[in-house]
């Protein structure tokens, strides 16, 4: 399987920040790469997709970018409405896997 | 499109779990998506559990696939989850969600997901 390891597991920020999240992959999986936003007691919700493409949708303070093995996710501005975990998960190779998640807490 | 996940809330172990995701908004039979499921146990991160394509073709979790079973129903718009021999560590919510097929685009919309315990 394909691990996924997301960085750091928790970040604390103030409304405004520039908040930034790694996820590598244990081996090369091109731009096949989804990054996905959970807020508390809700379903995950698709942001990126292919590495760096918007959902649509989706606050264009949300930015994503890598390929190959390392890639971030980027809030460009962070909202309160932002508080939640994300999770990057590739889909170059089956299983599908996930990332452990990164939770965002606002400051 | 609009998913939604329904069946029992517990489980005892050792028997099965038995779960569909209703689909509206899209024809099931349209050829659109990859049909998936994917659980969280509470206060852990997503797994990845297997997927239909209308035709029939599966792909499954391998560390899940000896028991398990996707199935879809055309006539009623909806796809199947069973898990057999249960443990309290298939103790999780499970989400239906689907992928494009055309764009793989990653898992564009999901159900609200569904909890189940295992217990007895």
């Known amino acids: 399987d394909i691990q996924m390891t997301q960085s750091p597991s928790t970040l604390s920020a103030s409304v405004g920040d520039r908040v930034t999240i790694t996820c590598r992959a244990s081996?090369?999986?091109?731009?096949?790469l989804a990054w996905y936003q959970q807020q508390p007691g809700k379903a995950p919700m698709l942001l990126i997709y292919?590495?760096?493409n918007l959902q649509s949708g989706v606050p264009s303070t949300f930015s994503g970018s890598g390929s190959g093995t390392e890639f971030t996710l980027t809030i460009s501005s962070l909202q309160p409405d932002d508080l939640a975990t994300y999770y990057c998960?590739?889909?170059?190779?089956?299983?599908?896997?996930f990332g452990q998640g990164t939770k965002v807490e606002i400051k | 499109v609009q998913l939604q996940e329904s069946g029992p809330g517990l489980v005892k172990p050792s028997q099965t779990l038995s779960l569909t995701c209703t689909v509206s908004?899209?024809?099931?039979?349209?050829?659109?998506?990859?049909w998936s499921w994917i659980r969280q146990p509470a206060g852990e991160g997503l797994e990845w559990i297997g997927h239909?394509?209308?035709?029939?073709?599966?792909n499954y979790n391998p560390s899940l696939r000896s028991r398990l079973t996707i199935t879809v129903d055309t006539s009623q718009n909806q796809f199947s989850l069973k898990l057999s021999s249960v443990t309290a560590a298939d103790t999780a919510v499970y989400y239906c969600?689907?992928?494009?097929?055309?764009?793989?685009?990653?898992?564009?919309?999901w159900g609200q997901g569904t909890m189940v315990t295992v217990s007895s």
């Open positions: 969600a689907t992928i494009p097929v055309a764009t793989s685009q990653g898992f564009d919309f």
């Open positions: 908004g899209v024809s099931i039979s349209a050829d659109t998506y990859y």
């Open positions: 239909i394509y209308t035709s029939g073709r599966t």
């Open positions: 081996q090369y999986i091109s731009s096949w």
């Open positions: 292919k590495a760096s």
């Open positions: 998960q590739q889909y170059s190779d089956y299983p599908y896997t």
